[in-house]
C-alpha cells in the first residue's frame, strides 16, 4: 500500500491584515514537495485551516508558471478544511511556509489536534520554513511542548530581519520555538538545511522545502 502525506497550507493572505501588504503561501514551499512526494507514488492531499482558496505570496510568482505549478495553483483554489480530514489515515504530515502561517497555524486547534496525535503515534512530522509556526505553543495530551527537546529549524531570526519583516510578524519563530523547548539549528541564510530528529523532519528555507520532502521518503520508503 502507498504512502500517504497531508500537506497543511495557509489561509492568512497580509501582513498585519494589511491589504497593501499582500502574502500567503510561498508557492514552491507546496509544489516541490507535492511533486516529490507523487513521485514517490504516494497519495498526497492539501489541507488549510478554513479551506477554500489559499493565497500565494506574490513574491514566490514567477512570470509564466510551468505547467506543473499551474496544476498546483488549481489544487490550491480548492482545499479541504483541515477539521474535515481523517488525518489518523495519513502517514505524515507536512506543514508548507510563507508569512502567512504566522498568523493562522499557532493557537489554530485542528491543528494542535494533529500534531498531538502525530507525536505521540510515533508518526512523521515535516515543516518546511515558516511551516513550523504550527508548532508554536501546541503540546501533547500530557502537557508538553510537542517540540520540547526536539532539534529543528525553520525560518531563522536572521532571515526574518534580511527580509525586514522580523518587526511586522506577531512573533520571532526561532525565539518562540526556542522558548517552547526547541534545539534550533541554525543553517546558512536562504541556504538548502535540513534537519532530522526522530519523527521531526524541518527545512529551514523554500531552497530546503524539495530536500524536506525528500527525506520524508527516505524516512518512510515506498
Known sequence: M????????????????????????????AAEPYHVFQGAGYRVDFASPKGGAVPLDPNSLEDGQDE????????LQDTKRVKDMVYEGYDAIFFA?????????PGQADIQNILAFFKDDGRTIAAVCHGPA????????DGKYVVDGVKLTGFTNEEEKAMKLYDDM????????????????????MEEHVVKDGQFITG?????AEAAAQAVIDKLGK
Open 134 to 141: 504550527a508548532f508554536a505553543d501546541a503540546k501533547t495530551k
Open 170 to 189: 506577531p512573533f520571532a519563530l526561532q525565539s518562540k520555538l526556542e522558548e517552547n523547548g526547541a534545539g534550533f539549528v541554525v543553517g546558512e541564510a
Open 204 to 208: 529551514q528555507n523554500p531552497a530546503s
Open 2 to 29: 502507498s504512502k500517504s502525506v497531508l500537506i497543511i497550507v495557509t489561509n492568512h493572505g497580509t501582513i498585519n491584515n494589511d491589504d497593501s501588504r499582500p502574502t500567503g503561501l510561498w508557492l514552491s514551499e
Open 68 to 75: 506543473n505549478e499551474k496544476d498546483i495553483i488549481k489544487l
Open 97 to 105: 511556509g510563507g508569512h502567512g502561517t504566522m498568523y493562522d497555524f
